[in-house]
């Protein structure tokens, strides 16, 4: 089994327009609900390849109640934390005319304090349980720095290897428990790094600035360019498959976290690992909704 944690779950609405105005009256043509968030993503491309997965963060009310469902419909087992405060509302703007796509993001709002206490006891349980543990995510404004270290301490403890994608503190933070990957695009590593990043030079110095501070591996996308993964000493590029068409980027890197993770639980090589998430979040940029993949597409674009 395999724990895909993170904090925020959403309630995800999909609206699409044929054009976006700012500052006028727009008309969606078609408005789709799901579930999102990173880590819901992430188990959810996970189901579609076949693999054992539950799902950790905070969930509650009448929306949180609609994520359960659809986790059901996508085979997804539910680890969620029960809170009283709302699960939050996301949004994605799809204007097919010029084929932008812009993400509204609410705040998740904060747990109590005897909810978090319950979600740090129940998942370090169910990490010392687990194959392989999934950090999906930022920490929101209510998470201390330090948060997921409860995880990634009780995970070596346990010899459960970890992949982290996040950036900036909360990835930082765990560092020294020597996670299996640390995972993010090059604009979250310019942030964890405060910095503008212009050459493939700096970009690899950063990386292994990462190593040094205690990742095993770090993988760092570029959506459409060359992905980078640092193994020790040993650099290695990756080009992305050649998709159809690109609809919405949203999840994309979700995806490829879960090709990576279904390909190491199953005994597979860094280079098939990161070859199958690739292609895993290549499929992704084809659909309307996140993680809303097929396997056979993903083999496809494999070849």
């Known amino acids: 089994m395999i724990l895909c944690l993170g904090l925020t779950p959403a309630l995800q609405r999909t609206l699409i327009f044929d054009s976006l105005q700012l500052d006028e009256v727009n008309r969606a043509s078609r408005v789709i609900?799901?579930?999102?968030?990173?880590?819901?993503?992430?188990?959810?491309?996970?189901?579609?390849?076949?693999?054992?997965?539950?799902?950790?963060?905070f969930n509650g009310g009448l929306r949180g109640a609609q994520v359960i469902q659809y986790l059901e419909g996508y085979g997804v087992e539910s680890a969620l934390t029960l809170m009283h405060a709302e699960t939050r509302i996301c949004s994605t703007l799809i204007d097919q005319g010029s084929g932008s796509v812009t993400e509204l993001i609410?705040?998740?709002?904060?747990?109590?304090?005897?909810?978090?206490?319950?979600?740090?006891?129940?998942?370090?349980e169910l990490v010392k349980s687990c194959q392989l543990l999934l950090i999906c995510g930022t920490l929101p404004p209510f998470a201390p720095v330090?948060?997921?270290?409860?995880?990634?301490?009780?995970?070596?403890?346990?010899?459960?290897?970890?992949?982290?994608?996040?950036?900036?503190e909360?990835?930082?933070?765990?560092?020294?428990?020597?996670?299996?990957?640390?995972?993010?695009?090059?604009?979250?590593?310019?942030?964890?790094?405060?910095?503008?990043?212009?050459?493939?030079?700096?970009?690899?110095e950063l990386m292994t600035r990462l190593i040094a501070a205690g990742a095993q591996s770090v993988l760092i996308t570029q959506g459409r360019k060359p992905s980078f993964l640092l193994e020790?000493?040993?650099?290695?590029?990756?080009?992305?498959?050649?998709?159809?068409q690109c609809i919405s980027p949203i999840g994309s890197?979700?995806?490829?976290?879960?090709?990576?993770?279904?390909s190491l639980a199953n005994g597979g090589s860094w280079q098939d690992a990161v070859k199958l998430?690739?292609?895993?979040?290549?499929?992704?940029?084809?659909?309307?909704?996140?993680?809303?993949?097929?396997?056979?597409?993903?083999?496809?674009?494999?070849?």
Do not use: W
């Open 253 to 262: 890197g979700d995806c490829t976290t879960a090709g990576i993770a279904a």
């Open 106 to 124: 609410e705040e998740a709002p904060q747990p109590s304090y005897e909810e978090i206490e319950c979600f740090i006891n129940d998942n370090i």
């Open 170 to 204: 909360g990835l930082l933070s765990v560092l020294s428990d020597h996670p299996l990957m640390a995972k993010m695009n090059l604009q979250e590593l310019e942030r964890t790094f405060e910095c503008c990043i212009e050459s493939e030079t700096q970009l690899i």
């Open 277 to 303: 998430g690739m292609a895993c979040g290549s499929a992704n940029v084809e659909q309307l909704l996140p993680s809303d993949i097929s396997r056979e597409r993903v083999m496809q674009l494999m070849s």
């Open 33 to 57: 609900i799901s579930a999102a968030g990173k880590p819901v993503n992430t188990a959810r491309a996970l189901a579609v390849l076949g693999v054992e997965c539950k799902l950790a963060g």
């Open 146 to 168: 330090d948060f997921y270290c409860n995880f990634t301490r009780a995970a070596a403890e346990n010899d459960v290897p970890v992949i982290i994608d996040s950036h900036k």
């Open 232 to 244: 020790g000493e040993h650099l290695s590029k990756f080009i992305p498959p050649e998709i159809d």
